[in-house]
């Protein structure tokens, strides 16, 4: 479970990273993105941990 948290997190981290190379310009949208990205990983993992602790 932990390694498919990880695997997660590192697609999303890519896919992130991708989406702000891609829109230099519109440098804003692809940083409000990340954050999206970013919460929703946080949310995924301590789900995944939570879910082990039990």
Do not use: F, R, W
């Not at 919460?39 to 039990?54: F, M, T």
């Amino acid at each position: 479970m932990a390694k498919n948290a990880v695997q997660i997190t590192q697609e999303l981290g890519n896919y992130g990273k991708a989406i702000g190379d891609h829109s230099m310009g519109g440098g804003m949208k692809a940083l409000k993105l990340a954050i999206v990205v970013a919460a929703v990983a946080g949310v995924a993992i301590g789900y995944v941990i939570g879910s082990q602790a039990k």
